[in-house]
C-alpha cells in the first residue's frame, strides 16, 4: 500500500538477485549506501505505477510477475511495498498490555469489558494460538526466572465507580481537564483498593500475595526472579518501591517523592526519583544517583544506560553494575533520548535529533563504532534490539505510528505491520518483542478505525513469511476492492464532471503560496495574540473582494476575551435551507506560526471560496474559517451553537480539513479522516478524478473540529489531513513555517476539496451512513 514500503522492496528485490545485479560496495560507499536498487524493468513499470497512485495497473503488473517464471525473486518485494512480508494472527479484537513469558511460549493481554479488566493467557508454542487462562485483573508482568506471572487485581467499590463514570462522561464531551483529575482519582482508588496474584504457568493456579496497608500501583519482577511492588502506604504524595520476597513487603526506598521502577538484578535496585537514577546496592544499601532519563537496564541485568546533562550537551551514559563505572558512549550538542540496551549490554541504540526530527543510532558500550540507522524526515522512535544486529524501530507521532525492522550494518528497512489493503491506515500503539525475537505483540486499529475503544491485539511472526498464494489473493482482493471503489466513485460524479473540472481546473498554487506567506508573517495566530485578529481582518477583505457577505462571529470564550470565526455563505438555488459546509481552523498553538497546522487547511479553504463564487449549487455552501481549535474547539462549538440555534436552516454534511501540506517525500498524498463511509468514498472518488492527490483513509475525528461537528450532528463528517497523520516533525513546534509545506500539494487538497463539496450540494440530504 503505502510508500513507506516502496524502498524497502526495492532492497528486498535486490537481495534475490544474482550478485551480477548488484553494486559492489567500496570502501569509500558508507554501509548504508553499499546495497543500491538494481532491479527489473517488469518491477520498476509496477512499482512507479504504485508510486504514482495508478494502483489498477500496479497491482495488474504484480500478479503478471508473481504468476510468472521468476516469481520467487519478486515474492519478499511485492510483499513489502503491498503490505506485510511476515506472518500476523489476530490474538483479539480488544488486547493491550502485551506482555511475554520468559520462553517466548506464553503471551498476556489485558480486554475490557465495562469497568473490568481481563488478563489473558494465551499459548503461541503451537500452530495456532491457544488461550490458556483469564483471569480479572491488569498489569501483568511476566518472572524472567520462574514460569509464573503477577498482576493485579481490583475490588471494585461505589466510590471507584462513580469516579469512572465521571471521567468517562469528561471525556465524551472533551472536558479533557476534568476528565484528567478525574483519571487521577480512578488511579488512586485502584491502587487503593488492588490485590497481589501470582500465577503459576504450569498449573494455572493462583495465589494472593499479602501487602497489608499498601495501595499498589503497578509490579515489576527482577533478573533473579524477586517481585516488587510500586505504592505507598496510602500516601499519593510519594510512591516506593517493596521487595515481595519475604513473608511482608519490605520497603527499599526512603525518600519523599514518585519514584518509577527501571529494574533489578538480584544485587542491585534502579529506579528514578524525580530527575535522578537510583542504584542501589541491596546488601550494603549504599547508594549511587545520577541526574538522568530515560533509564534503561539491559535484559542480563549487567547494564544500565541513560541519558543526562553536561553543560550545554547532553550525553549518553553507559554504567557497569558490577563495576560501578560509567562511560560516555555519546557527547553531543543535539538531544538525545530513548536509550535502548542489547541483551547482553554491548551495544547501545539511542535517538538523537540532529535537525528537527528523531533519528536513531547504535553505538558500542565503549563509545565507539557509532551507526547512523535511520533517515526518514518524519521521527524515528523507541528502538530495540532484534539480537545485536537487528532493530525494531517505530516511527511517526503517537496517533499513527508504525513499525519496522533495520539491519544494523547496512541500514535497510523494511515495514512490519500492515492491514495488507491498499487505502485505509492501521495505526499501532504499543510493541513486545519475544525475548528470543521470533515474535512481536502489536496493539493496533488494523481496521483503521481509532475512534471505537478497542485496539487489536496480533502477533507477527518472524519465522513466518507470506506464500506466492497467499500473496496472490492479497493482491487480487486489493485489486478488486480498487476496481470497485473507483467505478462507484465515476457514478457518484458522472452528472456533474463536465461542471467540476473547470472550477478545479482555475485552482492555482501560486495564490495557495500568497496566502500562506500572508498568515506566516503574521506569526502565532493562538487565539488571545495579535495574529488572530490580524486573520480575521485578512479574511474578511478576501472573501469581499470575492463577492461574499462575510459573517464574522464574535464570541468571548472567556471574560475579557473576543474571538471569532469568519463564515462565507455561497446560497443554495435549490434547497438554500440544507447547509454543506467545508472548514477549517486558523488559529495555532501559541509557540508556532502554525503554516502546516493549520494553515494547510485555511489556504486550501480560501481557494476553495474564491473559485466557488459565482459558481452556486442546488444546497448552500458555507466557507467557515474556525478560531481556537487548538484551545479546547472554541470557535467550532460557537459556530454549532449557532447552527443549532437557526431554526431555519439545517447542517447536512461537513468537509474539515486540519493538516496535510507538509510532503515527506515527492508523493502528493494525505488521509481521508471520516465519520461518514459515504464522504469517505466522495473524497476518494473525487481525488482519483479530479486532483493528483493520493488518498489514503482512517476512522478518525476525535479531538478535533470535526470532532464537534460529529457530536452536534452525527456521521455527516469527513476531511482531509496529513499521511501519516500527524506525522510531521513540525507539529505543533517552532519550525511549523512557510518553507516546511508544499502549496502543490495544498492544491491538490484544494481540489478534491472543491469536488467533494459540489456533490454534496447536489442532494440536501447525505446518504445515511455508519459512524
Given at each position: 500500500?503505502?510508500?513507506?514500503?516502496?524502498?524497502?522492496?526495492?532492497?528486498?528485490?535486490?537481495?534475490s538477485?544474482?550478485?551480477?545485479?548488484?553494486?559492489?560496495?567500496?570502501a569509500?560507499?558508507?554501509?548504508?549506501?553499499?546495497?543500491?536498487?538494481?532491479?527489473t524493468?517488469q518491477?520498476?513499470?509496477?512499482?512507479?505505477?504504485w508510486?504514482?497512485?495508478?494502483?489498477?495497473a500496479?497491482?495488474?503488473?504484480?500478479?503478471?510477475m508473481?504468476?510468472?517464471?521468476k516469481?520467487?525473486?519478486?515474492?519478499?518485494?511485492?510483499?513489502?511495498?503491498?503490505?506485510?512480508?511476515?506472518?500476523?494472527?489476530?490474538l483479539?479484537?480488544?488486547?493491550?498490555?502485551?506482555?511475554?513469558?520468559?520462553?517466548?511460549k506464553?503471551?498476556?493481554?489485558?480486554?475490557?469489558?465495562?469497568?473490568?479488566?481481563?488478563i489473558?493467557?494465551?499459548?503461541?508454542?503451537?500452530?495456532a494460538?491457544?488461550?490458556?487462562?483469564v483471569?480479572?485483573?491488569?498489569?501483568?508482568?511476566?518472572?524472567?526466572?520462574?514460569?509464573?506471572?503477577?498482576?493485579?487485581?481490583?475490588t471494585?467499590t461505589?466510590?471507584?465507580?462513580?469516579?469512572?463514570?465521571?471521567?468517562?462522561q469528561?471525556i465524551k464531551?472533551?472536558?479533557?481537564?476534568?476528565?484528567?483529575?478525574?483519571?487521577?482519582?480512578v488511579?488512586?482508588l485502584?491502587?487503593?483498593?488492588?490485590?497481589?496474584?501470582?500465577?503459576?504457568?504450569?498449573?494455572?493456579?493462583?495465589?494472593?500475595v499479602?501487602?497489608?496497608?499498601?495501595s499498589?500501583?503497578?509490579?515489576?519482577?527482577?533478573?533473579?526472579?524477586?517481585?516488587?511492588?510500586?505504592?505507598?502506604?496510602?500516601?499519593?504524595?510519594?510512591?516506593d518501591?517493596?521487595?515481595?520476597?519475604?513473608?511482608?513487603?519490605?520497603?527499599?526506598?526512603d525518600?519523599?517523592?514518585?519514584?518509577?521502577?527501571?529494574?533489578?538484578?538480584?544485587?542491585?535496585?534502579?529506579?528514578?526519583?524525580?530527575?535522578?537514577?537510583?542504584?542501589?546496592?541491596?546488601?550494603?544499601g549504599?547508594?549511587?544517583?545520577f541526574?538522568?532519563?530515560?533509564?534503561?537496564?539491559?535484559a542480563?541485568?549487567?547494564?544500565?544506560?541513560?541519558?543526562?546533562?553536561?553543560?550545554?550537551?547532553?550525553?549518553?551514559?553507559?554504567?557497569?553494575?558490577?563495576s560501578?563505572?560509567?562511560?560516555?558512549?555519546k557527547?553531543?550538542?543535539?538531544?538525545?533520548?530513548?536509550p535502548?540496551?542489547?541483551?547482553?549490554?554491548?551495544?547501545?541504540?539511542f535517538?538523537?535529533?540532529?535537525?528537527?526530527?528523531?533519528?536513531?543510532?547504535?553505538v558500542?558500550?565503549?563509545?565507539?563504532?557509532?551507526?547512523?540507522?535511520?533517515?526518514?524526515?518524519?521521527?524515528?522512535?523507541?528502538?530495540a534490539f532484534?539480537?545485536?544486529?537487528?532493530?525494531?524501530?517505530?516511527?511517526?507521532?503517537?496517533?499513527?505510528?508504525?513499525?519496522?525492522?533495520?539491519?544494523?550494518?547496512?541500514?535497510?528497512?523494511?515495514?512490519?505491520f500492515?492491514?495488507?489493503?491498499?487505502?485505509?491506515?492501521?495505526?499501532?500503539?504499543?510493541?513486545?518483542?519475544?525475548?528470543?525475537?521470533s515474535?512481536?505483540l502489536?496493539?493496533?486499529?488494523?481496521?483503521?478505525?481509532?475512534?471505537?475503544?478497542?485496539?487489536?491485539?496480533?502477533?507477527?511472526?518472524?519465522?513466518?513469511r507470506?506464500?506466492?498464494a497467499?500473496?496472490?489473493?492479497?493482491?487480487?482482493?486489493?485489486?478488486?476492492?480498487?476496481?470497485?471503489?473507483?467505478?462507484r466513485?465515476?457514478?457518484?460524479?458522472?452528472?456533474?464532471?463536465?461542471?467540476?473540472?473547470p472550477?478545479?481546473?482555475?485552482?492555482?498554487?501560486?495564490?495557495i503560496?500568497?496566502?500562506s506567506?500572508?498568515?506566516?508573517?503574521?506569526?502565532t495566530?493562538?487565539?488571545?495574540?495579535p495574529?488572530?485578529?490580524?486573520?480575521?481582518?485578512?479574511?474578511?477583505?478576501?472573501?469581499?473582494?470575492?463577492?461574499?457577505?462575510?459573517?464574522?462571529?464574535?464570541?468571548?470564550?472567556r471574560?475579557?476575551?473576543?474571538?471569532?470565526?469568519?463564515?462565507?455563505?455561497?446560497?443554495?438555488?435549490?434547497?438554500?435551507?440544507?447547509?454543506?459546509?467545508?472548514?477549517?481552523?486558523?488559529?495555532?498553538?501559541?509557540?508556532?506560526?502554525?503554516?502546516?497546522?493549520?494553515?494547510?487547511g485555511?489556504?486550501?479553504?480560501?481557494?476553495?471560496?474564491?473559485v466557488?463564487?459565482?459558481?452556486?449549487q442546488?444546497a448552500?455552501?458555507?466557507?467557515?474559517?474556525?478560531?481556537?481549535?487548538?484551545?479546547?474547539?472554541?470557535?467550532?462549538?460557537?459556530?454549532?451553537?449557532?447552527?443549532?440555534?437557526?431554526?431555519?436552516?439545517?447542517?447536512?454534511?461537513?468537509?474539515?480539513n486540519?493538516?496535510?501540506?507538509w510532503?515527506?517525500?515527492?508523493?502528493?498524498?494525505?488521509t481521508?479522516?471520516?465519520?461518514?463511509?459515504?464522504?469517505?468514498?466522495?473524497?476518494h472518488?473525487?481525488?482519483?478524478?479530479?486532483?493528483?492527490l493520493?488518498?489514503?483513509?482512517?476512522?478518525?475525528?476525535?479531538?478535533?473540529?470535526?470532532?464537534t461537528f460529529?457530536?452536534?450532528?452525527g456521521?455527516?463528517?469527513?476531511?482531509?489531513?496529513?499521511?501519516?497523520?500527524?506525522?510531521?516533525?513540525?507539529?505543533?513546534?517552532?519550525?511549523?513555517?512557510?518553507?516546511?509545506?508544499?502549496?502543490?500539494?495544498?492544491?491538490e487538497?484544494?481540489?478534491?476539496?472543491v469536488?467533494?463539496?459540489?456533490?454534496?450540494?447536489?442532494?440536501?440530504?447525505?446518504?445515511?451512513?455508519?459512524s
Amino acid at each position: 500500500m503505502l510508500h513507506r514500503f516502496l524502498l524497502a522492496g526495492f532492497v528486498a528485490l535486490l537481495a534475490s538477485f544474482p550478485a551480477t545485479a548488484q553494486v559492489a560496495p567500496t570502501a569509500a560507499v558508507p554501509p548504508a549506501l553499499a546495497a543500491v536498487p538494481v532491479t527489473t524493468p517488469q518491477y520498476d513499470s509496477a512499482y512507479y505505477a504504485w508510486q504514482a497512485g495508478d494502483y489498477p495497473a500496479a497491482l495488474q503488473r504484480f500478479e503478471r510477475m508473481l504468476t510468472g517464471p521468476k516469481a520467487s525473486d519478486v515474492l519478499e518485494p511485492i510483499a513489502l511495498v503491498t503490505g506485510e512480508l511476515y506472518l500476523t494472527t489476530e490474538l483479539s479484537a480488544d488486547g493491550s498490555q502485551p506482555r511475554w513469558s520468559r520462553d517466548s511460549k506464553t503471551a498476556a493481554f489485558t480486554s475490557v469489558t465495562g469497568p473490568a479488566r481481563i488478563i489473558h493467557f494465551v499459548s503461541l508454542a503451537g500452530e495456532a494460538p491457544r488461550e490458556t487462562g483469564v483471569v480479572s485483573g491488569f498489569g501483568v508482568v511476566f518472572s524472567p526466572a520462574k514460569d509464573e506471572a503477577a498482576y493485579l487485581a481490583v475490588t471494585e467499590t461505589p466510590e471507584l465507580a462513580a469516579a469512572r463514570a465521571a471521567m468517562d462522561q469528561a471525556i465524551k464531551v472533551q472536558d479533557f481537564q476534568i476528565a484528567n483529575r478525574a483519571r487521577g482519582d480512578v488511579t488512586r482508588l485502584e491502587a487503593a483498593n488492588s490485590r497481589v496474584r501470582v500465577r503459576d504457568l504450569a498449573t494455572g493456579t493462583d495465589r494472593d500475595v499479602a501487602t497489608p496497608g499498601l495501595s499498589t500501583v503497578s509490579l515489576a519482577y527482577g533478573r533473579d526472579g524477586t517481585l516488587y511492588l510500586l505504592g505507598n502506604a496510602n500516601d499519593v504524595t510519594r510512591r516506593d518501591v517493596y521487595s515481595l520476597a519475604g513473608t511482608a513487603p519490605k520497603q527499599l526506598t526512603d525518600t519523599p517523592r514518585i519514584k518509577t521502577f527501571v529494574g533489578a538484578t538480584g544485587t542491585h535496585l534502579i529506579y528514578n526519583d524525580s530527575g535522578l537514577v537510583r542504584v542501589k546496592n541491596l546488601a550494603t544499601g549504599d547508594v549511587q544517583q545520577f541526574p538522568a532519563t530515560g533509564a534503561t537496564l539491559s535484559a542480563d541485568g549487567s547494564t544500565l544506560a541513560y541519558v543526562a546533562p553536561a553543560g550545554k550537551d547532553t550525553v549518553l551514559n553507559v554504567y557497569t553494575i558490577a563495576s560501578g563505572q560509567t562511560v560516555i558512549a555519546k557527547q553531543t550538542p543535539f538531544a538525545l533520548a530513548n536509550p535502548a540496551l542489547s541483551a547482553d549490554g554491548k551495544r547501545v541504540a539511542f535517538q538523537m535529533m540532529p535537525r528537527e526530527d528523531w533519528e536513531v543510532y547504535v553505538v558500542e558500550n565503549d563509545g565507539t563504532g557509532e551507526t547512523r540507522v535511520t533517515r526518514d524526515p518524519q521521527d524515528d522512535l523507541l528502538p530495540a534490539f532484534i539480537g545485536n544486529d537487528r532493530l525494531l524501530v517505530k516511527k511517526g507521532e503517537g496517533r499513527h505510528r508504525r513499525s519496522y525492522l533495520y539491519h544494523i550494518a547496512t541500514a535497510n528497512e523494511s515495514r512490519l505491520f500492515h492491514n495488507n489493503t491498499v487505502r485505509t491506515v492501521s495505526p499501532e500503539y504499543a510493541w513486545a518483542l519475544s525475548p528470543d525475537g521470533s515474535k512481536v505483540l502489536i496493539e493496533a486499529d488494523r481496521d483503521g478505525n481509532t475512534i471505537s475503544p478497542e485496539h487489536g491485539l496480533y502477533v507477527t511472526d518472524l519465522g513466518k513469511r507470506v506464500t506466492a498464494a497467499q500473496l496472490l489473493d492479497r493482491i487480487r482482493s486489493q485489486a478488486a476492492g480498487e476496481k470497485d471503489l473507483r467505478a462507484r466513485g465515476m457514478q457518484m460524479f458522472a452528472a456533474i464532471a463536465p461542471r467540476v473540472r473547470p472550477i478545479v481546473a482555475d485552482i492555482s498554487s501560486d495564490r495557495i503560496y500568497t496566502y500562506s506567506k500572508v498568515l506566516f508573517q503574521m506569526d502565532t495566530r493562538q487565539v488571545t495574540k495579535p495574529g488572530n485578529l490580524k486573520a480575521i481582518e485578512y479574511f474578511v477583505a478576501l472573501l469581499k473582494s470575492w463577492g461574499y457577505e462575510p459573517d464574522v462571529q464574535w464570541f468571548e470564550p472567556r471574560p475579557g476575551l473576543l474571538a471569532a470565526n469568519v463564515v462565507a455563505t455561497l446560497k443554495g438555488t435549490k434547497f438554500p435551507q440544507k447547509i454543506h459546509v467545508m472548514s477549517a481552523h486558523f488559529d495555532t498553538v501559541e509557540r508556532a506560526p502554525g503554516s502546516d497546522d493549520d494553515g494547510t487547511g485555511v489556504t486550501a479553504l480560501l481557494e476553495a471560496a474564491r473559485v466557488m463564487a459565482g459558481h452556486p449549487q442546488p444546497a448552500t455552501i458555507q466557507f467557515a474559517f474556525l478560531t481556537g481549535e487548538e484551545t479546547g474547539g472554541l470557535g467550532a462549538r460557537e459556530f454549532v451553537r449557532r447552527a443549532k440555534a437557526d431554526s431555519s436552516a439545517q447542517l447536512v454534511g461537513v468537509l474539515n480539513n486540519d493538516m496535510g501540506g507538509w510532503m515527506e517525500d515527492g508523493r502528493y498524498d494525505d488521509t481521508i479522516r471520516y465519520a461518514s463511509d459515504y464522504l469517505r468514498d466522495v473524497e476518494h472518488a473525487a481525488a482519483i478524478q479530479f486532483s493528483k492527490l493520493i488518498t489514503y483513509d482512517a476512522r478518525y475525528y476525535r479531538g478535533t473540529d470535526a470532532g464537534t461537528f460529529y457530536d452536534a450532528y452525527g456521521p455527516i463528517v469527513s476531511g482531509i489531513g496529513g499521511y501519516p497523520i500527524l506525522a510531521s516533525p513540525h507539529y505543533h513546534e517552532t519550525h511549523d513555517v512557510l518553507e516546511t509545506i508544499s502549496p502543490h500539494l495544498i492544491a491538490e487538497i484544494a481540489r478534491t476539496s472543491v469536488a467533494s463539496i459540489i456533490l454534496m450540494a447536489q442532494q440536501p440530504e447525505l446518504p445515511k451512513t455508519t459512524s
